[in-house]
């Protein structure tokens, strides 16, 4: 018996209250759980790891887009052609067919190239443009 129950009571008709009150709780703890597994929707450790992928792939670009060359001859253009639609259509098939030449480039490069090979010359070319803005602000 449990301490923090009321005490029992011995007639015929709690002992059926009892019975039904229990069935009733194990009927909605039942339906509760099947609710719950139905809510639950388990990701593969496959599909967690593309949103991982997509998710950084977007932030990084989104980020790195804000503000550069390519936003500000958008605006402007948008501002002088008066058909931003039109504008907003060129510019994204752009970005689109930028991107797919790179995912294609690094796709050949990644089959052809150890990952080291890759990293050690995209950190010289980017160190090569860094050196080259560098030296056009010095210049100019």
Request: negative net charge.
């Amino acid at each position: 018996m449990k301490l923090d129950s009321a005490p029992p009571n011995l007639s015929p008709a709690s002992e059926l209250e009892s019975q039904l009150d229990t069935q009733q709780d194990n009927d909605y703890n039942s339906a509760t759980a099947l609710v719950e597994s139905s809510l639950v929707v388990e990701e593969s450790p496959k599909s967690q790891k593309v949103m991982v992928t997509f998710t950084t792939t977007f932030v990084t670009i989104f980020l790195a887009e804000i503000g550069d060359k390519t936003q500000l001859s958008t605006l402007l253009m948008s501002a002088e052609s008066q058909s931003p639609w039109v504008v907003f259509l060129g510019s994204a098939s752009a970005l689109v067919m930028t991107s797919l030449l790179g995912v294609l480039l690094g796709s050949w490069m990644a089959s052809r190239l150890s990952p080291k090979t890759v990293e050690k010359a995209s950190g010289i070319m980017l160190l090569f443009i860094s050196i080259m803005l560098f030296w056009d602000l010095l210049m100019g």
